[in-house]
């Protein structure tokens, strides 16, 4: 059975991911932060949760190790991303919490892209890689500036291992969603609604975790089967410049 690695599974776009892959057909190899994830949704789906952070080598080997031995490993989607535990503006950051975001969003985005890419490699059956960026790597957020450096750099990662492991018949992309209802926009609920009422996003809504996740099945099960190294932006069309 193929299996499709997804971080960030318990809860948004990662859990959302993993429901959607594990209905059509994946068997789902799942990993998250927390000790007690809410993991309702999942009933009776072929979804194993693994809790570990990605920014550590022993809980990504851990991860793998435990996705290749439920089958071949087919998909991996890099979802697990955390936010500033406090927003500072950019001249008061703290180094603390830029190893904090980096560590997880873009290390641990990078080394695991890095294992399982190798996996897929020795496996020689090609694959499909996909990285949940942001638009906030494209646009500034001076109040969160480590979360936007980080996420920029996962779509130079995109770009990296797309070009790299082209040859093998493994592609890799990036979704770029804007704003989304999860844990993460909770806090700033009000705000978000506010710049949406006032026509920030076109489409006139948030954007929900299974919108992304329509697009990461599509990206794994050939549908985009001559795309790699692009950025697919899912922000309601919230990037369109108007006059």
């Known amino acids: 059975m193929k299996v499709a690695i997804v971080t960030g599974v318990a809860g948004g776009i990662g859990k959302a991911s993993a429901i959607l892959l594990a209905q059509n057909g994946y068997r789902v190899v799942g990993m998250g932060r927390s000790d007690v994830p809410d ?14 952070n990605i920014a ?31 927003r500072r503006d950019v001249l008061e950051m703290t180094e603390e919490s830029y190893d904090f ?10 080394f695991l892209t890095q294992a399982v890419a190798n996996e897929m490699i020795k496996a020689k059956k090609g694959g499909s890689i996909v990285n949940i960026s942001s638009c906030s790597a494209y646009t500034s957020s001076t109040s969160r500036g480590e979360y936007c450096i980080s996420k920029a750099g996962v779509s130079m990662i995109t770009k990296l291992f797309a070009d ?7 592609t890799v992309n990036e979704i770029c969603p804007g704003i989304i209802e999860t844990g993460m926009t909770e806090k700033v609920k009000e705000k978000y609604d506010k710049l949406i009422g ?7 809504r948030w954007g929900t975790p299974m919108d992304i996740a329509k697009i990461v099945l599509a990206l794994c099960d050939g549908t985009f089967g001559y795309t790699t190294g692009a950025s697919l932006v899912a922000d309601g069309g919230m990037h369109i410049r108007t006059l």
């Open 56 to 86: 550590e080598s022993a809980d990504r080997a851990r991860l793998v190790a435990t996705a290749l031995a439920a089958g071949e490993l087919a998909v991996l989607v890099n979802v697990a991303g955390v936010a500033p535990r406090e």
């Open 101 to 110: 975001v980096m560590g997880i969003n873009t290390k641990g985005t990078l």
């Open 39 to 52: 993991l309702s949704g999942f009933e009776g789906l072929d979804v194993t949760y693994v809790q570990g």
């Open 164 to 170: 790299r492991l082209a040859g093998e018949g493994i």
């Open 198 to 204: 006032d026509g920030l996003v076109p489409l006139g």
